[in-house]
């Protein structure tokens, strides 16, 4: 009988996340804005996000804030973003890759975020923008500029004309939620169901298996650790959101 309550637990869990997945976001069409740092951000931590704004109808754009050029395959890590974004419903207008010299992929570059700021700002001022999704402040690896482009949409959200503006973050996880597969839909649930506020929202990957499609158009990032890292990782399959304050 003990297998039986686990069945019947995990069911319970999974129409309760179910519930908050389609009551909790607003059903209003939005103007979303993902903004990352590297061209295949979006398919290795973002999917169930786009995956879930693009099945209700939201307009998703993305902003990417390099080439990745860090092993000189920029031009072709730019070609294989547009090549993602279609398997993820997103269209080739829709998405933005720059290739600043103030922001080149790398470790040990620091980027300006004064200048992320201004970017995004107009990015939301050309295309009607009234939501942001980014990383938080760890950036799920803890990779440099992924930490920039956080401070660089808060920087954003700091000045005086964008006090009200709506922005929500891509929760950070220890390793060992990290690297839980599936299992994170119901650990990261029940995080969400802690909080009482409606400022988390857990959003579950409908189609996993369009993380690894994706990814696999991604094919000069697409070697053997990168696999395993879709096939285990928590963001394949949920995503949870917090509210930038």
Same mark, same amino acid.
């Given at each position: 009988?003990?297998?039986?309550?686990?069945?019947?637990?995990?069911?319970?869990?999974?129409?309760?996340?179910?519930?908050?997945?389609?009551?909790?976001?607003? +059903?209003?069409?939005?103007?979303?804005?993902?903004?990352?740092?590297? !061209?295949?951000?979006?398919?290795?931590?973002? &999917? !169930? &996000?786009? @995956? %879930?704004?693009?099945? *209700?109808?939201? @307009?998703?754009?993305? /902003?990417?804030?390099?080439?990745?050029?860090?092993?000189?395959?920029?031009? &072709?890590?730019?070609?294989? /973003?547009?090549?993602?974004?279609?398997?993820?419903?997103?269209? =080739?207008?829709?998405?933005?890759?720059?290739?600043?010299?103030?922001?080149?992929?790398?470790?040990?570059?620091?980027?300006?975020?004064?200048?992320?700021?201004?970017?995004?700002?107009?990015?939301?001022?050309?295309?009607?923008?009234?939501?942001?999704? &980014?990383?938080?402040?760890?950036?799920?690896?803890? =990779? #440099?500029?992924?930490?920039?482009?956080?401070?660089?949409?808060?920087?954003?959200?700091?000045?005086?004309?964008?006090?009200?503006?709506?922005?929500?973050?891509?929760?950070?996880?220890?390793?060992?939620?990290?690297?839980?597969? !599936?299992?994170?839909?119901? /650990?990261?649930?029940?995080?969400?169901?802690? #909080?009482?506020?409606?400022? /988390?929202?857990?959003? +579950?990957?409908?189609? !996993?298996?369009?993380?690894?499609?994706?990814?696999?158009?991604?094919?000069?990032?697409?070697?053997?650790? *990168?696999?395993?890292?879709?096939?285990?990782?928590?963001?394949? %399959?949920?995503?949870?959101?917090?509210?930038?304050?």
């Amino acid at each position: 009988m003990a297998w039986l309550l686990i069945f019947s637990s995990v069911l319970v869990l999974w129409i309760a996340s179910l519930f908050k997945i389609l009551h909790g976001v607003s +059903v209003n069409k939005r103007n979303v804005l993902l903004v990352v740092a590297h !061209p295949d951000d979006e398919s290795m931590f973002f &999917t !169930p &996000t786009i @995956n %879930y704004l693009t099945s *209700r109808g939201h @307009n998703v754009h993305i /902003l990417c804030l390099s080439i990745g050029d860090a092993d000189g395959a920029g031009n &072709t890590r730019k070609e294989e /973003l547009y090549q993602a974004s279609a398997i993820l419903k997103v269209p =080739h207008q829709q998405v933005k890759i720059l290739d600043h010299p103030d922001f080149q992929d790398g470790f040990g570059n620091v980027w300006n975020r004064n200048l992320l700021a201004k970017i995004i700002e107009e990015e939301v001022v050309s295309h009607g923008i009234d939501l942001i999704i &980014t990383f938080d402040n760890y950036g799920v690896s803890g =990779h #440099c500029n992924h930490r920039d482009v956080h401070y660089g949409v808060r920087k954003f959200l700091l000045a005086p004309s964008q006090r009200n503006f709506e922005a929500w973050e891509l929760v950070s996880t220890n390793i060992f939620r990290k690297y839980s597969g !599936p299992v994170d839909i119901w /650990l990261s649930n029940l995080y969400s169901m802690q #909080c009482s506020d409606e400022m /988390l929202h857990c959003l +579950v990957n409908e189609h !996993p298996q369009k993380s690894f499609l994706a990814m696999a158009q991604h094919a000069s990032q697409w070697v053997w650790f *990168r696999k395993l890292f879709v096939a285990f990782s928590s963001c394949t %399959y949920v995503n949870t959101l917090r509210k930038m304050k």
